[in-house]
T-cell receptor, first 114, second 111 residues
């Protein structure tokens, strides 16, 4: 099985722009979650989707949004980019997102905001 | 909410044993995970504990004490390739997938 695929791998944007990141989960996985990773804060939970529904959301401003499609692929969008949004954005998938399932992570999208 | 604490950095020698500690304060607990992350790569799953005690998996073991809010990851027979960041994460709640991560422990293994 192919792993979790995230595109693009690198992105450079300027303040005020918006960006869309894409994530394709492992085949058969229906839960997709997103994390922001920065050197000082570590991984912070953004949101989780299951069957096209957002089940939980972290403490991020409304500029951060996401969605999930019927094939479980997910996108996240950040509008009005700020310098502090520079980070590695990781997507993770699991079969149903419950129990003791482990998360499988993608290699991430490195976003730089100038 | 959750607060996860782990040391920022540790060093060890090839062939040695190292223990990485993690303490957590939680308003809800549904399991503790350890992940390994090499620089520039995706985090990969190492272990999961939901009940008290030790889980052993080859050179890696993980321990959990729920009453103390404490876990550790034990790495034996260290190899150079074990140089990486080790992330402790607590699963919060049920019915959804949300992990709260510590900031990670960077382990440097020297010859």
């Amino acid at each position: 099985k192919a792993g979790v695929t995230q595109t693009p791998r690198y992105l450079i944007k300027t303040r005020g722009q918006q960006v869309t990141l894409s994530c394709s989960p492992i085949s058969g996985h229906r839960s997709v979650s997103w994390y922001q990773q920065t050197p000082g804060q570590g991984l912070q939970f953004l949101f989780e989707y299951f069957s096209e529904t957002q089940r939980n959301k972290g403490n991020f401003p409304g500029r951060f949004s996401g969605r999930q499609f019927s094939n479980s692929r997910s996108e996240m969008n950040v509008s009005t980019l700020e310098l502090g949004d520079s980070a590695l954005y990781l997507c993770a998938s699991s079969e149903s997102g419950t129990g003791e399932e482990k998360l499988f992570f993608g290699s991430g999208t490195q976003l730089s905001v100038l | 909410g959750q607060n996860i604490d782990q040391p920022t950095e540790m060093t060890a020698t090839e062939g040695a044993i190292v223990q990485i500690n993690c303490t957590y304060q939680t308003s809800g607990f549904n399991g503790l995970f350890w992940y390994q992350q090499h620089a520039g790569e995706a985090p990969t799953f190492l272990s999961y504990n939901v009940l008290d005690g030790l889980e052993e998996k080859g050179r890696f073991s993980s321990f959990l004490s729920r009453s103390k809010g404490y876990s550790y990851l034990l790495l034996k027979e260290l190899q150079m390739k074990d140089s990486a960041s080790y992330l402790c994460a607590v699963r919060e709640g049920t019915g959804f997938q949300k992990l709260v991560f510590g900031t990670g422990t960077r382990l440097l293994v020297s010859p």
